[in-house]
């Protein structure tokens, strides 16, 4: 899986500080590393993160929500390889509950019509 120049720099500094990635859990569980992190531990550290970073908590989202602005920044690029990239297995998850409407996206809709070759008259 391709992953962004940011995201390899986090994962090489892991690998050094963790060698046994690989081997174990990226995301251990806290109390037995042999096991990996529960759900509900994970969604108790998105949410101390939220309130660290100062970003408001998304009513009826805990990480749909960050899954949607990805899919939705992304919609600019194939789907096939948006949903492959996000671990959608169907575009119809993607294009339905993920892919949002956004202003600006719109604005270029309405705004930056394609040039035909031949112009037909409306």
Do not use: N
């Not at 992953?3 to 046994?20: A, C, G, K, Q, T």
């Not at 037995?32 to 759900?39: F, L, T």
């Not at 892919?99 to 070759?117: F, G, H, I, K």
């Amino acid at each position: 899986m391709p992953m962004s120049r940011e995201v390899r720099v986090v994962v090489d500094r892991l690998l050094v500080e963790r060698p046994l990635i690989g081997q174990a859990y990226l995301f251990p569980a806290p109390k037995d590393p042999s096991k990996p992190v529960s759900k509900d531990v994970a969604a108790a550290w998105l949410i101390k993160a939220e309130e660290l970073a100062g970003v408001e908590k998304q009513q009826g989202s805990l990480w749909h929500a960050y899954r949607r602005g990805w899919a939705t920044a992304r919609k600019h690029l194939p789907d096939v390889d948006v949903a492959a990239a996000g671990g959608w297995s169907d575009l119809s998850s993607l294009k339905t509950c993920y892919q949002q409407a956004d202003e600006a996206t719109m604005y270029a809709v309405v705004s930056q019509p394609a040039q035909l070759r031949e112009h037909y008259a409306l």
